[in-house]
Each structure stands twice: as structure tokens, then as C-alpha cells.
């Protein structure tokens, strides 16, 4: 079992960045592919970017390739998602998750945080 918890979530204006964490307990994730989905109001969740437990692999949405970075720790445990020059249509709310595989497919993933609110105000 592995309880996720994200954090880092604001209000930022156009252009500006910031980083979110996903804090892992129960186990590492030193045997999980990770990945960071996002669910604007009205809208589906949405894949935002993955990253496999061999090798470091990572996988990105085009919308987001460029700008946005995912990481983990050296302890495989905390989860990061580096969001650079951020748009108004990168507000929803984020969550990171656990799962098998990289995948695109949101239920791929066993595992989901919460999720933390981004807002980029124009």
C-alpha cells in the first residue's frame, strides 16, 4: 500500500513557476512508475507526465513538454513536478500517482494523492 500526499499548489501569475511534491508512505517508489495527472472544472483528467522506476524514463503530454520537469528524490520517495513558464490553461487541480507502467491512461495508476490546486492567473 503506498499513501500519497501533493503539495506545492498555488496562485502564480502568467510565465511564473512552481514546483509540486508528492510525499510517498508506506513504501518507496523505488518499484513504481509515477505520474502527475491534472482536472480542470468541467474538464476529464488529463495525463501531464510519468516517469518509470528503470531507468529513469519519462514521458510527457505535448502540452507540457518543454516546461514542465518530473523528478524523484534519491530516497525514492518524494515525487516533483517542475512547472516553468506557466499558462492560464495550466490551472486545474494536480494529482500525482503510483501504478505498474508508464501509461498515458489515468487507470494504469493503483495509487492517487489527493491533489493540490494550481492556479495561473493571466
Known amino acids: 500500500q503506498v499513501q500519497l500526499v501533493e503539495s506545492g499548489g498555488g496562485l502564480v501569475q502568467a510565465g511564473g513557476s512552481l514546483r509540486l511534491s508528492c510525499a510517498g508512505s508506506g513504501r518507496t517508489f523505488s518499484r513504481y512508475a509515477m505520474g502527475w495527472f491534472r482536472q480542470a472544472p468541467g474538464k476529464e483528467r488529463e495525463f501531464v507526465a510519468a516517469?518509470?522506476?528503470?531507468?529513469?524514463?519519462?514521458s510527457y503530454a505535448a502540452s507540457v513538454k518543454g516546461r514542465f520537469t518530473i523528478s524523484i528524490d534519491n530516497a525514492k520517495t518524494t515525487l516533483y513536478l517542475r512547472m516553468n513558464s506557466l499558462r492560464p490553461e495550466d490551472t486545474a487541480v494536480y494529482y500525482c500517482?503510483?501504478?505498474?507502467?508508464?501509461?498515458?491512461?489515468?487507470?494504469?495508476?493503483?495509487?492517487w494523492g489527493q491533489g493540490t490546486q494550481v492556479t495561473v492567473s493571466s
Open positions: 516517469i518509470g522506476w528503470i531507468g529513469g524514463t519519462t
Open positions: 500517482a503510483a501504478g505498474n507502467i508508464i501509461s498515458y491512461n489515468d487507470y494504469a495508476y493503483d495509487y
